[in-house]
């Protein structure tokens, strides 16, 4: 299991926050394929890359331990939903972006705002996601 310090570096609260470089996001995918994909792009972007947790279990327990800026959580993880995460990320006042591969998305109302990705997403799309959501947290 990945892990990281849970002190986050100050320079990322002073610095235009769309900026990714050096941001930490926590991937939770369940998808061999596409969690390795998210991981490369986050890292193009200058990211660094906690994960990709691949069930809820570890998911839960990185969500708890904390240390990254951001999240990118697949929606349906295993047969289970991750809306209890996304709890515990409100909670901590961690940004998060929400991706599936399905066209029907059903997601609680108040989560409707938070930044999506269809599935498959590129570069660019990830990159616009992610700085919506941080922004958003200014």
Known sequence: MLSRDSSIDEAHQERNPTDLTGRCVLVVEDSPVVGPFTADLLSE?????????????????????????????????????????CDLL?????????????ADWQIPAKWDDRPRLQKPYTLDQVGHALGRALNAFV
């Open 45 to 85: 972007l200058g990211c660094d890359v906690l994960g990709p947790a691949p069930n809820m279990a570890a998911a839960r327990e990185l969500v708890e331990a904390g240390g990254y800026d951001a999240a990118l959580m697949d929606v349906h993880i295993r047969g289970e939903r991750v809306f209890p995460l």
């Open 90 to 102: 409100e909670e901590k006042g961690i940004p998060f972006v929400l991706t599936s591969g399905y």
